[in-house]
Each structure stands twice: as C-alpha cells, then as structure tokens.
C-alpha cells in the first residue's frame, strides 16, 4: 500500500498535520493510524465501576483519537512559554503565532471562547508577589479551557472532518517497525491490535506522532534505526489534592497557577503542572501494566477539590541513558506498595515518617475523588531526591496559598511524564532520516495540548509546501 503521507499516531500533533495540509489546499494521500479507538468508542469504565478494570489490549484514557488528550482536562496553554521546548527551536515569535493560529481552529471547531487568566491584573501581581517572596516564579499564561467532555465532542469533530475530507484512518493497529533504506524513510509494518493481519505501508513522508505514552516506543527505533536523539528530561513527581477552599483565589484569578522553583539543597527544577479547579484525581494504565495519576476537569461536573501536579525534572548524565526506564522503575514500585493502584498520603504524615491508613483519609477534610487509591507510604518508593525537593516545594507553595502544606493534604504517586527521549531536528522540524519527520511529545520537543497541536500545524505546512 502506497501514501504520499503516513501519520503514526492519532494525538494532538498528528490530526493538526492532517488538518493544516487540508487547509492548506493539499491533494495529497493521507493515512493515519492509530493503535486505540476512535473517540466516540472510547469509554472508561471506572466510573461505574468505581475502580480501574485495566482495559485491554490498551487503557481507553491514554490511547485512541485524540490521544490522552481527549480524557484530560482539555487546557490549551496560550503562551509559547508553556509547553515545552518547541520555542527554542523555532523561535520564541514564531511559537507564539503559531499557538495564536491553532487556537482559532480549536474555536472553529467549538471551544469555548472564554479565556481563563485574564483581566485581574492587580491580582495576579499579588499573586506573584508572594511568589516572589517564597522564592518561587510565576509563570503568565492564559488557559482556555475545553473541558473533559466538551474535548471529547471537539476532537469528535476534528476526527469527522478529516474522515470526510478523504484522509483513512486506521484504528486499532500498531506500528511494529519503521522502515529505513539507505538513510531514508519509506515506510512503516503494522498489526491489528490483537497481533495479527500484518501490513506494510509506504510512503513519502513518515511522520511519528505517538504521544507520552508512544515515547519508550519512539526511543527504542531511534535506538535501531541510529535516528539521532539524546536522552532529554524526565520529570517525576505527585498529584497534589486540597479543598477548593484553600485554591479558592488562585483557581478563580489564574485557573491554573504555574508556577516553578529551585528548592534547596539539590536546587533541581520543580514546577506545578495541570491544575485542575473543582476536579477528579484520575488513574492512566500504560502498555507495561503501568498505572500512573494524573488529573481531570470538567466543565459542568465539579468535585469539592482542586487537584495538581507537582513534578521534579531529572536530567542525567554521561554514561546513563535511560531516563524512561528510571521513571518506570519508580512506578513499577509504587504500584507494588499499592497492589498494582494509585497511592495516596497525606502531607501531615510524610512529615510525622509514618503511613497513612484508610480511617485516617475518612476522617480528614479532603475527601480523595479517586475512590480506589490505596492509603500507604510514598516514601518508601519515591526516591529521596525527588521527595526532598517537592516536600521543600510544598513548603514554599504555602506562602503563596495559605493552607496548601496542611497536614491532610493529598499526595498521590506515581505522577510521570515519559517525554525523556528527545529527536535531533533543526527549524524545519527535519531529522537525521530522510522523510521521517517526530512531533509532540514522544518527540521530546513540547508537552502538551496546544503545543504539540501547533508543532503539527507546522509540520502541515511544512509537507504541503513539498507538493
């Protein structure tokens, strides 16, 4: 079978490539393929069950249409200074007008025109200003707020659109191999999901386009393939969880507080990270058996919480290279502390070097919104330096929210972002490989929604301007 363009992966950065090259007039013949299901068939069904069932052959939060991003909390981050590292390749102006771009797609296509995060300047300078004080920055960025389930409909939509407009979709199929002759890129093998029904597709141009949970799957063919790359930041950390009360000032000023630190005494990056007002503390399974937190937000359904992630940036040096793998072990041993679930603790008894214990959470003030996390110990798999460094955040944080190092306050573990595994590139978004082409976050270069949307929007333009 023969494309001019395959697109392996049907995320954020995958279905805007798709959608630039049909605005931008192209002709060409587009697959894409996609190991999960379309968005309509995607269901989770814990919210029935009130406990993770582990779906298989693949967990329907991270994988599908949409990617994770269809289950998230749907934020578009408006700033080029969120998201990544995409703007230290193209540039800082570029990145911005690019995110400007693809924001009015993500209006055309019904998301709410409400930005978040402006208009209360006089706040958020005080805001900052405690920040400030507790050595901590805060980072401006406007959020526009899709919502979990109004996500859904607008990615329903793009899917629809891009059906329609004559680009074939495959779901539930896995890319096995790329295919590398001569320096060049020409195709990819693929399996149904249930491992049979091998197919071979070529094509001009490749791109790859797997997400987070398609990062340890992209390292592994750069690794094969001698596709230039080198091992980039791992971030490890917990999802945060505290009364609405406490997050009252900065969820109705900011939405979502950004804000970053250097705590002492390893002064390694620290950063909140997808906070989510009124929210649900959720759990992701990965390929492996991996479960991993993460958090959700709603725009109609609202818990008593606000949920967020406090994440520490790993960078490792010469002669280890396997950032993925270290993160993995991290979470392969908290899953075992909590029988193959999500752990959870309070902030009080970290510090008192005790567990918790399930009579404990009944009683406190914050109630957990994931119903089947596992009261324990984080410390006993979080290592010392990443725990360290976000009980110290923590501590800072609550000079700028009062109440948020409270004794109940929720920690739950392993919160992960496997985007480690960075791909050698230039401007153009071309790597070592002749017509192979990596964006989003398995690339190594954003994190994110809109980030990864507009570097697709790029690499649209970049493709229809080869016709």
């Not at 400030?132 to 526009?144: E, F, H, S, Y």
């Not at 798999?381 to 955040?393: L, V």
């Not at 009062?402 to 496997?418: C, D, I, R």
Request: aromatic share 8%; charged share 25%; hydrophobic share 35%.
């Amino acid at each position: 079978m023969k494309y001019d363009c395959l697109i392996i992966g049907a995320g954020p950065a995958g279905i805007f490539t798709a959608v630039e090259m049909l605005r931008k007039g192209s002709k060409k013949k587009i697959l894409m393929v996609e190991k999960g299901v379309s968005v309509e068939k995607r269901r989770c069904p814990k919210a029935k069950t009130k406990e993770c069932v582990n779906c298989k052959p693949f967990c329907h939060i991270t994988t599908g249409f949409s990617g994770a991003g269809a289950f998230s909390d749907g934020k578009l981050s408006l700033s080029y200074e969120v998201g990544g590292d995409l703007p230290t390749l193209i540039g800082a102006e570029k990145a911005q007008e690019t995110i400007n771009y693809t924001d009015k797609i993500y209006l055309e296509f019904g998301a709410d025109p409400h930005v978040e995060g402006l208009g209360q300047e006089q706040k958020v300078k005080e805001i900052r200003r405690r920040a400030i004080k507790a050595g901590l920055k805060l980072v401006d960025c406007p959020i526009r707020h899709l919502g979990t389930e109004k996500a859904q409909k607008i990615y329903y939509d793009l899917q629809e659109y891009l059906l329609n407009s004559g680009v074939e979709i495959w779901f539930s199929t896995i890319c096995k191999d790329i295919i590398i002759e001569n320096g060049a890129c020409i195709g990819a093998v693929f399996e149904d999901s249930k491992g049979g029904n091998e197919r071979t597709v070529y094509a001009s141009d490749v791109v790859v386009a797997t997400g987070r949970k398609g990062a340890e799957w992209l390292e592994k063919e750069c690794e094969k393939h001698n596709i230039l790359h080198q091992p980039g930041t791992v971030d490890i950390g917990v999802r945060v969880e505290v009364r609405n009360e406490i997050l009252e000032e900065v969820n109705e000023v900011l939405y979502e507080s950004k804000l970053i630190g250097y705590p002492l005494p390893f002064k390694n990056k620290v950063r909140t990270f997808c906070q989510n007002p009124g929210g649900f503390v959720s759990q992701e399974n990965y390929d492996n058996n991996l479960a991993v937190v993460n958090g959700h937000s709603y725009k109609d359904l609202k818990s008593n919480n606000t949920n967020l992630a406090i994440l520490v940036s790993h960078n490792f040096t010469y002669p280890f290279n396997q950032p993925i793998e270290y993160a993995q072990k991290v979470g392969e041993l908290t899953n075992m502390l909590a029988n193959g679930k999500i752990l959870v603790q309070r902030y009080g008894d970290i510090l008192d070097g005790k567990r918790t214990w399930e009579k404990e959470l009944s009683q406190s003030n914050v109630k957990p919104t994931i119903p089947d996390a596992v009261a324990g110990d984080i410390t006993a798999a979080m290592p010392y330096r990443a725990m360290t460094n976000i009980i110290n955040f923590i501590k800072a944080m609550d000079y700028v929210v009062p109440g948020f190092a409270s004794s109940e306050t929720l920690l739950y573990s392993p919160e992960l972002k496997f985007y480690s595994n960075r791909v050698k590139m230039d401007e153009n978004l071309t790597t070592s490989i002749k017509g192979l082409y990596c964006l989003g976050d398995s690339s190594g270069w954003t994190r994110g929604l809109m980030m990864a949307s507009a570097m697709g929007v790029l690499m649209g333009r970049r493709l229809s301007e080869k016709e």
